[in-house]
T-cell receptor, first 107, second 114 residues
Framework: GQNIDQPTEMTATEGAIVQINCTYQ??????LFWYQQHAGEAPTFLSY????GLEEKGRFSSFLSRSKGYSYLLLKELQMKDSASYLC????????FGTGTRLQVFP | ETGVTQTPRHLVMGMTNKKSLKCEQH?????MYWYKQSAKKPLELMFV???????ENNSVPSRFSPECPNSSHLFLHLHTLQPEDSALYLC?????????????FGSGTRLTVV
């Protein structure tokens, strides 16, 4: 079966660092994506990992360990506009999504 | 604007109505998808079209009927829906598989069945 787990909700303070974890068990693996989705808007691409290690892009970084079936998204210097849902998705010939993590950033 | 446009943004329909959702992309992609997004559930893949041919139907009830007349347009025809079908319906496109940039999503149609 296909299973992707991530926490349902997280809270953090403006300026802080937050790490959103994702674990997966899928029948295939061709890469892992993180998307950001603001309420009422389209999910938008944040990052892609296909090899083990850390990918950094500005304030956002994403890590992958294929042997552990594990990824995380790291958000630094949090801003109020980072309040959104963060979706972990595995490419197993099609994109399979987790439930998403709703992040609330407080002043 | 993501390059994938969905209309309408909101739709309220009775259980006996027939309506259609529309999706349009001008990104030159040749694969298009319908996803259902319900509260506290993962995005559920409903249908996949590649080069206008349906390549996947994930056990979706027949009250949902997709149509892909060309590589830029995708429709979801709805009839005799149930209240549990109320959800956000997202359309996405890709160059042909997720590759490095995944799928490009539209903003969705918020469907309420009354």
């Amino acid at each position: 079966g296909q299973n992707i787990d991530q926490p349902t909700e997280m809270t953090a303070t403006e300026g802080a660092i937050v790490q959103i974890n994702c674990t997966y068990q899928t029948s295939g693996f061709n890469g892992l994506f993180w998307y950001q989705q603001h309420a009422g808007e389209a999910p938008t691409f944040l990052s892609y990992n296909v090899l083990d290690g850390l990918e950094e892009k500005g304030r956002f970084s994403s890590f992958l360990s294929r042997s552990k079936g594990y990824s995380y998204l790291l958000l630094k210097e949090l801003q109020m506009k980072d309040s959104a849902s963060y979706l972990c998705a595995v490419n197993a010939d099609k994109l399979i999504f987790g439930t998403g993590t709703r992040l609330q950033v407080f002043p | 604007e993501t390059g994938v446009t969905q209309t309408p943004r909101h739709l309220v329909m009775g259980m006996t109505n027939k309506k259609s959702l529309k999706c349009e992309q001008h990104l030159g992609h040749n694969a298009m998808y319908w996803y259902k997004q319900s509260a506290k559930k993962p995005l559920e893949l409903m249908f996949v079209y590649s080069l206008e041919e349906r390549v996947e139907n994930n056990s979706v009830p027949s009250r949902f009927s997709p149509e892909c007349p060309n590589s830029s347009h995708l429709f979801l025809h709805l009839h005799t829906l149930q209240p549990e079908d109320s959800a956000l319906y997202l359309c996405a496109s890709s160059p042909g598989g997720a590759r490095r940039y995944g799928y490009t999503f539209g903003s969705g149609t918020r469907l309420t069945v009354v």
